[in-house]
């Protein structure tokens, strides 16, 4: 694909909806948790029964307030209530509660960084994305479809609280798109209101996208994008999109103002639902619930309690911490990263580059190679200051911390523990060293030539099999030490 | 006099003096209900052996000196749009045949901790869309004045069942004059308060921004002791309002001299029957006669009532009554392809064509590209009603009128003219556009049947308005007059022989002419 070559431009623009952690769910006191008993979580009231009425969680405009916040919105001095009408089953009341003619947030932004990517003719750079709307509302009930001529509709989601998040059209490239939604996330994570995971569904992202000649000002037509429940999903999504509309208008034809569905299976976007076909929603104010006003003291109370959120974060472990960009972006990717590095930093009296070469290279490397998160390790700041402390002390050589890791993080022993029971205690013993070194050299009369002929890299090699005569467990500096001192002895 | 036949406070004086049993009370009621149901057809369900139990607890709580609450032993009804714990629901619609609330409703619940004794659920006209009880899908209720015609509506069950004393009181649901109309064609006490008085949680739906529950009694002394009972804060509506609820009882009290009564010209016009007019002319003449401050005024926006509440009533209806789909409880259609099918079948069968009607012209108002046109004009005329009433009570305590523009019409007469229908609310819809608390008080018969005087009062001054009626019905006694619901086949001959206050004559009776015009 080479749309950048095409003459063509891309407009998208990204909705997302965020399911909110509170404890109970928008309109009831039912119990929001992941993962239970279908239905065990309902009541009259989210299962829409005659003659129950809704009554708003407060904390849920808490959470929304910190989301605006968090986005640089400005925060709207009253919320009004819509209902929004439609029927399907797990929708049980016919309509769903909104608020989108009163957004809570209008006018924010997210700013993120793009790399630079040949397929989408994306160049690398920093990027704003405006976030025209963020609005609460509730969450529908999950549809199950079986095998069989059923349906089973569980409603334990039934009433969860979302905001919806409504972007600008400012994207022009599915890489984008997709940096932008990673921002977002990692920014909604930092908040503290949803647990952001696209395989749960607690994050899924709608795109608007319509393509038009490179440069011009009017927009194509656009076609709503369902289904991008990844973040491959957004970016082949989109990917295949606007390919798709690209050729329709070379073909001489027109695009079709549509909803599209992204089948992750045969990696192409389906038609879902027609213009024709489109819903009335017939949006009237909900007559149940008062208009909510939210004041500046509301306002002030919730952003005193914000989280540190990741844009500081990254300019603390610069400047602060003085880590090189790159890291400090790897750091704050992820929110429990941070708050392991802060841990870590916060008692480890070494140089932070230290703390984050380790975090980068054994911890992540770790955590790929396991298909883990960090909060499912064992693994404890503490212990790792400890272990960074055993080497700085030269108790351990930085190969055998590496050992020492892998076991501290598989089974959360403390670094002298594993030490002990492995017996990698590093051997800093001349008198321990020396025998081996002149073993060593007994052993290898060819290289010891070379060395004494001139050829100084030949020590590396003797070094390392020094090291191999103990395990790694020979401090490596003193082997050098004594390795020269003998073999110059011998000359 | 039979015991049915008290009203609700001289039933509690009965009580307390131990001269009667809760159980006693209640077998009474149920006897009469039994006797007279077959001909009115007031109820959907009757719960005998229920009520009977829960009275010989209250009998043996109050034998250990244990008063149980100020309706301690009383019988009542709910009108069944009232939901109920263990007992049906139903709307008198067929999509909620054998439907089953899993909880009680706030004002269920409130009774029931008063003491009162729950005997059943009233008739309605379907989810209380129309003014005839004529729309119900079990039969329509029969006005006991005269069985050929109807009790007005949508709370018509309870009317009838609180004028030919099968009940003390009922609840009734008032969305566009749902309570005090049918007060009016069955010469009860019908009360409507202040929007956000009484708790909707549990009234299933028609339209949320105008319906409240009130109650219908046969004094207004007995309508304030269940204004007691039912209004107050309510955590699980949100459109409830704060602030402790005054003693109605004791604002009963003292004279209504000096009080401003506005009578709004627009009230009195075309299409108000002569007879109802000079009615209440005649009930505004004792008023005056007691000492009030009468003054004719003018709300001139009343014209627009009707057509505005016939877009927002129904808009909200037809949002509000689509969880009916078949899905999750009642009614489901057999026999269907798909999902579009189970739902039109579903709701082509189990609604009646009232409610149809609503739901589409509803639906029509709210679409896009109509919506400013209906919807947002119809909240626009709202707002000048609701000013053009803060304009009057600048200037007046309460303002008085008819509920109804005529008596009961024959069951049939208005059943295929929805409009003509739809006109039999044009007095109480406007207190309902704006909220206010609103009184239907008996004040006389013409041609032999009952009418109604109705009086509005401001936000939350529920309490004068009850004053002012309840001096109108101290002095006169249009409310004890009994239907004579035996007819000339009479069934006991028992109950000849009432209080002499009353007239047991032929039902008939046309005592219009007590007092002269203005």
């Given at each position: 694909?080479?749309?950048?070559?095409?003459?063509?431009?891309?407009?998208?623009?990204?909705?997302?909806?965020?399911?909110?952690?509170?404890?109970?769910?928008?309109?009831?006191?039912?119990?929001?948790?992941?993962?239970?008993?279908?239905?065990?979580?309902?009541?009259?009231?989210?299962?829409?029964?005659?003659?129950?009425?809704?009554?708003?969680?407060?904390?849920?405009?808490?959470?929304?307030?910190?989301?605006?916040?968090?986005?640089?919105?400005?925060?709207?001095?009253?919320?009004?209530?819509?209902?929004?009408?439609?029927?399907?089953?797990?929708?049980?009341?016919?309509?769903?509660?909104?608020?989108?003619?009163?957004?809570?947030?209008?006018?924010?932004?997210?700013?993120?960084?793009?790399?630079?990517?040949?397929?989408?003719?994306?160049?690398?750079?920093?990027?704003?994305?405006?976030?025209?709307?963020?609005?609460?509302?509730?969450?529908?009930?999950?549809?199950?479809?079986?095998?069989?001529?059923?349906?089973?509709?569980?409603?334990?989601?039934?009433?969860?609280?979302?905001?919806?998040?409504?972007?600008?059209?400012?994207?022009?490239?599915?890489?984008?798109?997709?940096?932008?939604?990673?921002?977002?996330?990692?920014?909604?994570?930092?908040?503290?209101?949803?647990?952001?995971?696209?395989?749960?569904?607690?994050?899924?992202?709608?795109?608007?996208?319509?393509?038009?000649?490179?440069?011009?000002?009017?927009?194509?037509?656009?076609?709503?994008?369902?289904?991008?429940?990844?973040?491959?999903?957004?970016?082949?999504?989109?990917?295949?999109?606007?390919?798709?509309q690209i050729e329709v208008i070379r073909g001489g034809g027109r695009v079709v103002r549509e909803t599209r569905g992204w089948d992750e299976r045969s990696d192409r976007t389906v038609p879902q639902r027609s213009k024709e076909e489109a819903h009335d929603y017939r949006y009237f104010p909900e007559p149940d619930l008062l208009p909510i006003s939210v004041d500046e003291a509301w306002i002030d109370g919730v952003a005193a309690e914000m989280p540190e959120l990741p844009d500081t974060i990254l300019k603390r472990?610069?400047?602060?911490?003085?880590?090189?960009?790159?890291?400090?972006?790897?750091?704050?990717?992820?929110?429990?990263?941070?708050?392991?590095?802060?841990?870590?930093?916060?008692?480890?009296?070494?140089?932070?580059?230290?703390?984050?070469?380790?975090?980068?290279?054994?911890?992540?490397?770790?955590?790929?190679?396991?298909?883990?998160?960090?909060?499912?390790?064992?693994?404890?700041?503490?212990?790792?200051?400890?272990?960074?402390?055993?080497?700085?002390?030269?108790?351990?050589?930085?190969?055998?911390?590496?050992?020492?890791?892998?076991?501290?993080?598989?089974?959360?022993?403390?670094?002298?523990?594993?030490?002990?029971?492995?017996?990698?205690?590093?051997?800093?013993?001349?008198?321990?060293?020396?025998?081996?070194?002149?073993?060593?050299?007994?052993?290898?009369?060819?290289?010891?030539?070379?060395?004494?002929?001139?050829?100084?890299?030949?020590?590396?090699?003797?070094?390392?099999?020094?090291?191999?005569?103990?395990?790694?467990?020979?401090?490596?500096?003193?082997?050098?030490?004594?390795?020269?001192?003998?073999?110059?002895?011998?000359? | 006099?039979?015991?049915?036949?008290?009203?609700?406070?001289?039933?509690?004086?009965?009580?307390?003096?131990?001269?009667?049993?809760?159980?006693?009370?209640?077998?009474?009621?149920?006897?009469?209900?039994?006797?007279?149901?077959?001909?009115?057809?007031?109820?959907?369900?009757?719960?005998?052996?229920?009520?009977?139990?829960?009275?010989?607890?209250?009998?043996?709580?109050?034998?250990?000196?244990?008063?149980?609450?100020?309706?301690?032993?009383?019988?009542?009804?709910?009108?069944?749009?009232?939901?109920?714990?263990?007992?049906?629901?139903?709307?008198?619609?067929?999509?909620?045949?054998?439907?089953?609330?899993?909880?009680?409703?706030?004002?269920?619940?409130?009774?029931?901790?008063?003491?009162?004794?729950?005997?059943?659920?009233?008739?309605?006209?379907?989810?209380?869309?129309?003014?005839?009880?004529?729309?119900?899908?079990?039969?329509?209720?029969?006005?006991?004045?005269?069985?050929?015609?109807?009790?007005?509506?949508?709370?018509?069950?309870?009317?009838?069942?609180?004028?030919?004393?099968?009940?003390?009181?009922?609840?009734?649901?008032?969305?566009?004059?749902?309570?005090?109309?049918?007060?009016?064609?069955?010469?009860?006490?019908?009360?409507?308060?202040?929007?956000?008085?009484?708790?909707?949680?549990?009234?299933?739906?028609?339209?949320?921004?105008?319906?409240?529950?009130?109650?219908?009694?046969?004094?207004?002394?007995?309508?304030?002791?269940?204004?007691?009972?039912?209004?107050?804060?309510?955590?699980?509506?949100?459109?409830?309002?704060?602030?402790?609820?005054?003693?109605?009882?004791?604002?009963?009290?003292?004279?209504?001299?000096?009080?401003?009564?506005?009578?709004?010209?627009?009230?009195?016009?075309?299409?108000?029957?002569?007879?109802?007019?000079?009615?209440?002319?005649?009930?505004?003449?004792?008023?005056?006669?007691?000492?009030?401050?009468?003054?004719?005024?003018?709300?001139?926006?009343?014209?627009?009532?009707?057509?505005?509440?016939?877009?927002?009533?129904?808009?909200?209806?037809?949002?509000?009554?689509?969880?009916?789909?078949?899905?999750?409880?009642?009614?489901?259609?057999?026999?269907?392809?798909?999902?579009?099918?189970?739902?039109?079948?579903?709701?082509?069968?189990?609604?009646?064509?009232?409610?149809?009607?609503?739901?589409?012209?509803?639906?029509?108002?709210?679409?896009?590209?109509?919506?400013?046109?209906?919807?947002?004009?119809?909240?626009?005329?709202?707002?000048?009603?609701?000013?053009?009433?803060?304009?009057?009570?600048?200037?007046?305590?309460?303002?008085?009128?008819?509920?109804?523009?005529?008596?009961?019409?024959?069951?049939?007469?208005?059943?295929?003219?929805?409009?003509?229908?739809?006109?039999?609310?044009?007095?109480?819809?406007?207190?309902?556009?704006?909220?206010?608390?609103?009184?239907?008080?008996?004040?006389?018969?013409?041609?032999?049947?009952?009418?109604?005087?109705?009086?509005?009062?401001?936000?939350?001054?529920?309490?004068?308005?009850?004053?002012?009626?309840?001096?109108?019905?101290?002095?006169?006694?249009?409310?004890?007059?009994?239907?004579?619901?035996?007819?000339?086949?009479?069934?006991?001959?028992?109950?000849?022989?009432?209080?002499?206050?009353?007239?047991?004559?032929?039902?008939?009776?046309?005592?219009?002419?007590?007092?002269?015009?203005?």
């Amino acid at each position: 694909m080479k749309a950048p070559a095409t003459g063509f431009e891309a407009v998208i623009g990204i909705e997302v909806h965020v399911e909110l952690l509170t404890d109970t769910k928008i309109f009831c006191p039912c119990s929001t948790g992941f993962g239970a008993e279908p239905n065990s979580q309902t009541c009259p009231v989210c299962l829409g029964m005659p003659g129950v009425l809704p009554v708003i969680n407060k904390k849920v405009v808490d959470f929304a307030i910190r989301a605006a916040l968090a986005l640089g919105c400005e925060i709207s001095p009253e919320i009004r209530f819509e209902r929004k009408n439609y029927f399907y089953p797990d929708l049980p009341k016919g309509y769903q509660i909104t608020s989108p003619g009163t957004p809570l947030g209008r006018n924010g932004h997210v700013d993120f960084t793009v790399d630079s990517d040949s397929k989408s003719g994306s160049k690398s750079g920093s990027r704003q994305v405006r976030i025209s709307g963020l609005h609460i509302e509730e969450e529908a009930a999950k549809s199950i479809h079986e095998e069989g001529d059923y349906t089973l509709v569980d409603f334990n989601r039934c009433g969860v609280p979302l905001v919806e998040i409504v972007s600008a059209p400012d994207m022009r490239t599915p890489e984008e798109a997709r940096a932008y939604l990673q921002k977002l996330k990692t920014i909604i994570e930092y908040t503290g209101i949803s647990d952001v995971k696209m395989a749960e569904g607690s994050l899924r992202c709608d795109a608007n996208v319509s393509v038009m000649p490179a440069g011009s000002e009017r927009f194509g037509t656009l076609v709503e994008l369902k289904n991008l429940n990844s973040f491959r999903a957004v970016k082949k999504g989109l990917e295949y999109e606007i390919e798709r509309q690209i050729e329709v208008i070379r073909g001489g034809g027109r695009v079709v103002r549509e909803t599209r569905g992204w089948d992750e299976r045969s990696d192409r976007t389906v038609p879902q639902r027609s213009k024709e076909e489109a819903h009335d929603y017939r949006y009237f104010p909900e007559p149940d619930l008062l208009p909510i006003s939210v004041d500046e003291a509301w306002i002030d109370g919730v952003a005193a309690e914000m989280p540190e959120l990741p844009d500081t974060i990254l300019k603390r472990l610069v400047e602060d911490d003085g880590l090189p960009v790159y890291d400090a972006e790897v750091i704050v990717s992820s929110r429990d990263l941070v708050r392991f590095y802060d841990e870590v930093t916060g008692l480890y009296e070494g140089d932070p580059k230290s703390v984050s070469n380790w975090l980068m290279g054994d911890l992540l490397g770790f955590l790929n190679a396991e298909g883990k998160e960090l909060a499912e390790l064992p693994l404890t700041p503490e212990h790792l200051v400890q272990m960074l402390r055993l080497m700085d002390t030269g108790t351990i050589s930085s190969k055998i911390a590496k050992t020492v890791f892998e076991e501290m993080a598989r089974s959360g022993k403390s670094p002298e523990e594993v030490v002990k029971e492995k017996g990698l205690v590093q051997i800093s013993d001349e008198g321990e060293i020396l025998p081996i070194v002149r073993e060593v050299i007994e052993e290898n009369p060819g290289p010891v030539e070379q060395y004494l002929g001139g050829k100084e890299q030949v020590l590396g090699f003797l070094v390392g099999q020094v090291m191999k005569k103990t395990r790694g467990k020979a401090n490596p500096q003193m082997a050098n030490d004594l390795l020269r001192m003998a073999l110059n002895e011998g000359q | 006099m039979n015991l049915y036949q008290r009203t609700l406070i001289e039933m509690k004086e009965l009580l307390k003096g131990g001269e009667v049993s809760a159980e006693e009370l209640t077998q009474a009621h149920l006897d009469w209900i039994e006797a007279t149901d077959d001909r009115l057809n007031s109820f959907n369900s009757v719960v005998a052996e229920k009520a009977l139990n829960q009275a010989r607890g209250i009998d043996e709580v109050r034998s250990k000196g244990d008063d149980r609450g100020p309706l301690a032993g009383i019988p009542g009804g709910l009108k069944d749009n009232i939901v109920t714990r263990g007992i049906p629901t139903t709307c008198s619609s067929r999509i909620l045949e054998g439907y089953l609330s899993p909880y009680d409703a706030t004002v269920a619940q409130k009774l029931q901790e008063a003491g009162s004794i729950f005997l059943g659920k009233t008739n309605l006209d379907e989810f209380a869309m129309g003014s005839s009880t004529e729309n119900s899908a079990f039969g329509m209720t029969n006005n006991p004045w005269d069985l050929d015609r109807v009790p007005g509506g949508s709370s018509g069950g309870s009317a009838a069942a609180v004028a030919a004393r099968q009940l003390p009181f009922a609840l009734g649901s008032d969305t566009g004059g749902s309570v005090r109309q049918p007060a009016a064609l069955c010469g009860v006490v019908g009360m409507k308060p202040t929007y956000g008085l009484v708790s909707r949680y549990g009234l299933v739906a028609f339209a949320s921004s105008l319906d409240q529950i009130g109650p219908l009694t046969r004094t207004v002394e007995d309508c304030a002791l269940l204004m007691e009972t039912i209004c107050g804060h309510d955590p699980l509506d949100s459109t409830s309002l704060e602030g402790a609820v005054p003693s109605f009882s004791r604002q009963l009290k003292g004279d209504i001299k000096g009080m401003r009564v506005g009578v709004p010209k627009e009230y009195f016009g075309e299409g108000i029957d002569r007879g109802v007019r000079d009615l209440v002319l005649d009930a505004i003449e004792v008023l005056a006669g007691m000492g009030a401050e009468v003054e004719e005024c003018s709300l001139p926006h009343t014209e627009y009532a009707l057509p505005a509440y016939y877009i927002i009533a129904p808009a909200e209806a037809s949002s509000n009554l689509a969880r009916f789909d078949g899905i999750r409880y009642g009614f489901r259609a057999a026999g269907f392809e798909d999902l579009e099918e189970l739902y039109t079948s579903t709701r082509q069968q189990g609604f009646g064509p009232e409610v149809k009607r609503r739901i589409l012209i509803g639906t029509y108002a709210l679409s896009s590209g109509y919506y400013d046109a209906y919807y947002r004009k119809a909240q626009q005329v709202r707002t000048l009603i609701t000013d053009d009433f803060r304009e009057a009570f600048q200037r007046f305590d309460v303002l008085v009128s008819p509920t109804s523009p005529t008596v009961a019409f024959r069951s049939g007469e208005k059943k295929d003219d929805p409009l003509a229908m739809y006109m039999a609310d044009i007095c109480t819809i406007p207190a309902n556009l704006a909220g206010l608390p609103a009184i239907s008080v008996p004040c006389g018969f013409s041609e032999g049947l009952p009418v109604g005087l109705q009086v509005i009062g401001k936000p939350l001054d529920d309490g004068r308005v009850m004053r002012v009626a309840h001096a109108y019905q101290e002095s006169t006694g249009h409310h004890s007059r009994m239907p004579d619901l035996l007819g000339p086949d009479k069934r006991d001959e028992r109950d000849e022989g009432h209080d002499g206050e009353g007239h047991d004559g032929d039902g008939h009776y046309d005592n219009g002419g007590e007092a002269d015009g203005r």
